[in-house]
């Protein structure tokens, strides 16, 4: 089973950037479907984007389009999640996650980096 290690978070003002990273051991990573989630205080942990291995097909929540960009690298087993004009209700512990491609399930998940946007 695939492990994940997040690591970027931070604080960050109202509009600005982070880059959120995870890195991947332990599986064959072509199998997967690597995926970003977020989970606000008082709140359930919700989608953010994710990305197949090969094609890269994105797909992202509706919240995030338009701001934030999944990317992957197969080579250095990285996942990446750049956030432009980050807004206050970005404001969450943010998880990498993995499953296989014919999974509705995510089985593997890193123990989450906060990104706090103040204003």
């Known amino acids: 089973q695939v492990h994940l290690v997040e690591s970027g978070g931070g604080l960050v003002q109202d509009g600005g950037s982070l880059r959120l990273s995870c890195a991947a051991s332990g599986g064959a990573l072509s199998n997967y479907v690597l995926g970003w989630f977020r989970q606000a205080p008082g709140k359930e942990r919700e989608f953010v984007a994710a990305?197949?291995?090969?094609?890269?097909?994105?797909a992202y929540a509706d919240s995030v389009k338009g701001r934030f960009t999944i990317s992957r690298n197969n080579v250095m087993n990285q996942v990446y999640l750049q956030m432009n004009n980050l807004k206050l209700e970005d404001t969450a512990l943010y998880y990498c996650a993995a499953k296989f491609r014919t999974s509705q399930e995510y089985i593997s998940w890193g123990q989450g980096t906060q990104v706090t946007v103040t204003s």
């Open positions: 990305i197949l291995y090969n094609p890269s097909t994105t």
